[in-house]
């Protein structure tokens, strides 16, 4: 039987010239999902992007009995009124790190929900503890038993609630419980990244009264139902992000399209440091470099500060450029995992505790590396895209979950990577490319 391993094998050293459409923010998408099925109407969400991990949650909601209408691959109607189960157990499901996400909206609206525990990259531990504190406070039983985890509550009531910490996934799954709660809610320390905001808007169009999305304090006041409703997700950032840097490592010129530059301010200023050129305008960036890029130091912080899911294309980036920088990683302690693949490509970089010291090299090699998550997996793809010669990417899988025709988009900027089945198909890569 033949061997299926999904990989992509690039030939470096083309400057990505062109334009390049990004997608709806898989990470809105997948709270903005979850939100649709707290309706007994129907919910089209437009602009879906059409990757993995929406499509795994869009299976677990099809799985507890809700309508699911695919009208085309970026917009689907869901309907939450025929779902026949609070119980979600699907054995994808614990693959993705959204399906916490089912727990609010399950507890919102029907008052128990019991979801596997999640899963999704390994990039460090990654607790739940502030959203279970957070269902608690509006009054629920919320325990872990069993692999699963299990909320119930008579009924909710809206409370005041401080994170310890700024977290993207408590903030949106306190929401979705609170909108459906009995009174007021008042979420503070709350993260305030675009997507939180994308949930917001979604729930309030949907009838939800939520204001303060986007500040570090939401003011929630419970509704009775929630009603049907047409939205568009908002552009994603990191894959615009991941474009950014891409043009800038193979010395591109890179107009990205469809986005929201305002959301793109960290990396825009971390790119002109870096001596590219970054061009805004109403619904695009354009990057130009036309030299080697230069040391910068960086620090991943909660939005508007530098997004932890840029560290390591800002990492690999850097590790071409002229000079020592230092990335600290904040927010995750398992992040740095692809430094021994790009090791492997020639790069200089030691890892100390949080901090990745980089040293420039002047140039990358080809590797086989593999990809040990989403962002660090798109990551090596862009050290493939700047480095001499060959470069076999494995383990796609993980930049599947969340970037959607990630090659093709890539091709259409002149860049010269394809995916590969087996290893027949890289051997035949390289000999049509020479
Ligand atoms: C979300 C994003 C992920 C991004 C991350 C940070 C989704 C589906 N994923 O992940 O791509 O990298 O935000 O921007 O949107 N923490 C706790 N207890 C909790 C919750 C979080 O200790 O109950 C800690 C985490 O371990 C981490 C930090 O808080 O150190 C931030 O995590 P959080 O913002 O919750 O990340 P996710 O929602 O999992």
Redesign the pocket.
């Known amino acids: 039987m033949r061997c299926v391993i999904m990989q992509y094998v690039i030939k470096g050293g083309n400057p990505l010239v062109g334009d390049v459409v990004i997608g709806g923010a898989?990470?809105?998408a997948?709270?903005i999902l979850a939100a649709a099925i707290m309706a007994d109407e129907d919910v089209t969400i437009e602009n879906l992007p059409d990757v993995r991990?929406t499509n795994v949650l869009l299976e677990a909601i099809e799985d507890i009995g809700a309508r699911v209408r695919r009208i085309d691959p970026h917009t689907v109607c869901i309907n939450g009124s025929a779902i026949s189960t609070v119980r979600v157990n699907n054995d994808f499901i614990k693959r993705?790190?959204?399906s916490?996400?089912l727990l609010g909206a399950l507890l919102g609206k029907y008052k128990r929900a019991e979801v596997s525990l999640?899963g999704?990259?390994n990039?460090?531990?990654?607790?739940?503890?502030?959203?279970?504190?957070g269902f608690r406070a509006l009054g629920a039983r919320a325990d872990v038993e069993y692999g699963m985890v299990v909320a119930d509550a008579l009924h909710l009531a809206g409370n005041h609630i401080y994170?310890?910490?700024?977290?993207?996934?408590?903030?949106?799954n306190i929401m979705l419980a609170a909108v459906l709660a009995e009174g007021n809610t008042i979420l503070e320390n709350a993260?305030k990244?675009p997507?939180i905001v994308d949930v917001a808007n979604l729930l309030n169009s949907m009838g939800a009264n939520i204001k303060g999305a986007g500040t570090d304090v939401i003011r929630i006041r419970g509704v009775q139902r929630l009603h049907g409703t047409t939205y568009s997700i908002i552009p994603d950032q990191?894959e615009a992000g991941t474009f950014m840097f891409a043009a800038a490592m193979t010395r591109g010129d890179v107009t990205v399209k469809n986005v929201i530059p305002r959301h793109l301010e960290a990396i825009s200023a971390k790119l002109k440091e870096m001596g590219c050129e970054v061009i805004e305008f109403d619904d695009a960036v354009r990057v130009v470099c036309k030299s080697r890029l230069h040391y910068t130091h960086v620090k991943?912080l909660?939005?508007p500060g530098f997004?932890?899911?840029m560290q390591p294309q800002i990492s690999v980036a850097l590790s071409l450029a002229e000079g020592t920088s230092m990335v600290t990683e904040s927010?995750?302690?398992n992040r740095f995992k692809y430094v021994d693949e790009l090791a492997r490509m020639g790069a200089n970089v030691k890892v100390e505790s949080n901090v990745a010291v980089i040293s420039g090299v002047n140039r990358l090699t080809g590797a086989d590396v593999s990809a040990p998550d989403?962002?660090a997996g798109a990551a090596l793809v862009l050290a493939g895209l700047a480095a001499d010669g060959y470069t076999v990417v494995d383990e796609t899988k993980y930049i599947l979950r969340?970037y959607e025709r990630f090659d093709e988009k890539l091709r259409l900027l002149g860049a010269c990577i394809y995916q590969a089945e087996d290893e027949r198909d890289v051997r035949r890569f390289k000999l049509e490319a020479v």
Request: negative net charge; proline residues 8%; charged residues 20%.
């Open positions: 898989k990470n809105a997948l709270g991990d993705i790190r959204a916490y996400y999640p999704g990259c990039i460090g531990s990654r607790p739940i503890d502030q959203h279970l504190k994170l310890d910490m700024v977290s993207v996934g408590a903030t949106i993260a990244e997507h990191i991943t909660p939005y997004p932890t899911d927010i995750f302690e989403l962002r969340g």
